[in-house]
């Protein structure tokens, strides 16, 4: 009997140290394979303290940033490219030139000097004779007979003896007119000189006198020139200040037969 609980004893002994080496060899194989695997080793091991060297490697990294654009300043001294001009298409419109305006000017360098001092431009009013319009005389003077045509060129003559104007062409009086040249106090000039321009209508105003729409003027020298007349009525007799007064009807014919250009005598 004491045989048999012996046996027993000592095979629960054995069951028992079978036991506990089984059990150390799971927990040792347990902690080779923690220790051995990474995963379980980061978790397991303790992290090294960070020195500030690793801290400065591992800091933010400056990223370099594009720079500003220059200023205009700055900019590099361009020239620019000289190119050809682009060609312009033809218009195709006629280019028009207008014509020269006439206005009273000082006469050409080549025409002469007239023989006396010159006076004052033009016209003189009486207190006894201007009129607002046109009067026609009464009797007409007497003027000579004249051709129709003549044979040459047209220039005039002005005879401020007789305070005529003769139209020739050539040696032929064409026309004839009786005038009114300046008073002894303010003369006609004389000599030969040119028709410089011809105006239809225009003012004329000096010392006591403003006289409008003076018709069909035709200036020889500076201020002087032959037009019509309608403040006055006395033909035949000096009343201007310079200018030879013509009727209205005798300016107009005048005016429409001379050109610029046409030479003008003056004399006694």
């Known amino acids: 009997m004491k045989t048999g609980k012996s046996n027993q004893s000592r095979l629960y002994l054995l069951w028992g140290a079978l036991s506990m080496f089984l059990c150390l060899a799971v927990i040792g194989a347990a902690a080779w394979t923690a220790f051995s695997t990474p995963v379980f080793a980061s978790v397991l091991s303790p ?14 990294v400056e990223i370099a940033k594009p720079a500003a654009a220059p200023l205009e300043a700055d900019l590099p001294n361009i020239q620019p490219l000289d190119l ?35 006076a004052p431009l033009a016209m003189e009013i009486l207190a006894d004779t201007p009129t607002p319009q046109y009067i026609p005389p009464t009797l007409a003077p007497q003027q000579p007979s004249v051709a129709n045509t003549g044979n040459g060129v047209r220039w005039i003559d002005v005879d401020l003896s007789r305070q005529m104007v003769f139209a020739y062409e050539g040696d032929v009086v064409v026309n004839s007119f009786i005038v009114s040249t300046g008073t002894w106090r303010t003369p006609t000039v004389t000599g030969q000189y040119k028709i410089y321009v011809k105006i239809r209508s225009a003012r ?20 002087y020139g032959l037009h019509g007349t309608y403040w006055h009525n006395n033909f035949g007799t000096p009343m201007s200040h310079g200018c030879v007064n013509l009727r209205i009807e005798d300016a107009e014919w005048l005016f429409n037969w001379a050109s610029v250009g046409t030479l003008v005598n003056v004399h006694y």
């Open 47 to 60: 992290q090294p303290a960070v020195s500030a060297q690793q801290e400065v490697l591992w800091a933010q």
């Open 84 to 118: 050809p001009a682009p060609a312009l298409e033809p218009s195709p419109f006629p280019t028009l030139t207008p014509p020269p305006l006439e206005s009273p000017t000082e006469a050409p360098t080549s025409t002469p000097e007239p023989t006396e001092t010159p």
């Open 204 to 223: 004329m105003s000096g010392p006591g006198y403003s006289l409008p729409n003076v018709p069909y003027i035709m200036y020889f020298y500076k201020g």
